[in-house]
């Protein structure tokens, strides 16, 4: 079994490539120069860390370079793994369980971003976790959602709540909400509807389902999170911001990190709308969404062999 680090490090391997071929190996440098901070500059910017956090990283750089010609490669690596920690302190979401009742968590986000992919696999997670879990198909709009979360319920043997093709994504909620009280579970993940006819009615019908889940707990859900595709870099700020002032956001998942090559935008989507990150997709297999750690992300991305713990 693959490390969590390893997740982390080949799942970022495309945004990683970039930043160590384009600095020619920064880490192997017996001696940093000029054009090799300009190359790295380059590369943070071609992953999409954005202006922000670039300026930070090099700027460090370039003042330790400036008091010491003979930098070394390493060092270089850690001034960047240092900077990027701090700019993510406070990113790392973590589920708690609810006082009572079950802890709800509610997938939000645009259609093809990876909700029904994320509820499955952390359904899992939880599962394998020793958790209860139920899963919630609310996304009623397409008659193909509803039965590409029963097929992954089936696979990875978790209970499942869903309603006829078309029928009231609220009402799904609230019949799953009671079977997961009755059934005494840990856990309910709520999959729900993407595109909608506009975005108004999308809005709506997820306000209804909070709606819903609030009447039986007044603490549900206890988790909104909003799913976003790594691919789209930065460009899911404006996204996030939307469904944040509409419908009210705890945190986010960032998915298919694996196979991105702009690696760097949750820098910028944190430090844009303070979510913090609590799981990230780095594949498509059940075992590939992970909790979202800082030190195994920045360790990666600088290319910095070990994870923090000294696994790799
Ligand atoms: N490579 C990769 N693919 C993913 C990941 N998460 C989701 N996908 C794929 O993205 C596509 C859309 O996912 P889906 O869960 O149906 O999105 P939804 O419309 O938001 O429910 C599917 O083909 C998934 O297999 C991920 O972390 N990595
Ligand atoms: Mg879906």
Known sequence: MLSIFRKFKDGLARSTRGLIDKTGGLLRLKKLDASSIDALEEALYAADFGVETTEEIIGEIRSAYRKDRDLHGRAVAEIGARVLTRVLEGSEGVIRDAETGPTVLCMVGVNGSGKTTTVAKLGYDLREDGQKVLLAACD???????????????????????????????????????????????????????????????????????????KQDPAAPHYSLLVVDGNLGTNSIEQARVFNQSFGLDGLVVTKLDGTSRGGALVGIYRELKLPIFFTGLGEQPEDLQPFSVPYYVNAIFGLDDGPDGKN
Not at 160 to 169: C, L, P, W
Not at 172 to 177: H, L, T
Not at 182 to 192: A, G, H, P, Q
């Open 140 to 214: 009623t709009f397409r008659a193909a959602a509803t039965e590409q979360l029963k097929v992954w319920a089936d696979r990875l043997d978790l209970d499942i709540v869903a309603g006829q093709h078309g029928s009231d994504a609220a009402a799904v909620a609230f019949d799953a909400w009671q079977a997961a009280k009755s059934r005494n579970c840990d856990m309910l993940i709520v999959d729900t509807a993407g595109r909608l006819h506009t975005k108004t009615h999308l809005m709506e019908e997820l306000t209804k389902i909070k709606r819903v889940l609030g």
